[in-house]
């Protein structure tokens, strides 16, 4: 969405809203055998999806910003499940600040409010902050590359 914004793009969807009909009580639960799904944490400053482990790991280490974080209403819900009831699911809740940051990211982009390229900047720094910090996330692919490369495309 980001890019597709910045090169002009008028109207973006993401097909995130189907997906609202599979959260019923059941989803909520591990299946009695194969995988399960798994939560994730839409990160403004890192312009990424966190697995909860490393939700965890990065809340720790004070590398997640609480309060830019409090301006979503569902990253506050999961922050609050994190904080006070380990282990509860919060699969609809992840889903939820993915499409509410969508939205409102959208929203800044198109009333000239956000910059694409100055947050892309921003999430490349907190990226180096993780690597100097020597923080070392459970999901080791998640490290942040393509930022260096969406800022790039959007230079030449």
């Known amino acids: ?12 969807a ?9 959260f019923v ?21 890192y ?6 482990e490393d939700v965890r790991l990065l809340l720790r280490r004070g590398l997640v910003d609480r309060d830019r974080a409090s301006a ?14 380990a282990g509860d699911p919060w699969v609809r809740l992840g889903w939820r600040q993915y499409m509410y940051w969508f939205s409102q990211r ?4 198109e009333s000239g409010n956000l910059n694409v390229a100055d947050l892309l900047e921003r999430a490349d720094k907190h990226w180096l902050e993780i ?22 495309a959007l230079l030449l």
């Open 14 to 22: 993401t097909g995130k809203f189907f997906n609202l009909r599979r």
């Open 72 to 85: 979503n209403p569902y990253s506050c819900e999961i922050l609050t499940t994190l904080d006070n009831r």
């Open 47 to 52: 312009i990424t999806w966190f697995r909860e």
């Open 106 to 109: 959208e929203a800044e982009i």
């Open 25 to 45: 009580p059941g989803r909520w639960e591990d299946p009695a055998e194969g995988g399960r799904v798994l939560p994730y944490w839409t990160d403004d400053e």
């Open 131 to 152: 690597e100097t910090s020597r923080v070392r996330l459970f999901e080791r692919s998640n490290n942040g590359e393509w930022i260096r490369a969406w800022l790039n």
């Open 1 to 12: 969405m980001l890019l597709w914004k910045f090169a002009g793009a008028t109207d973006v």
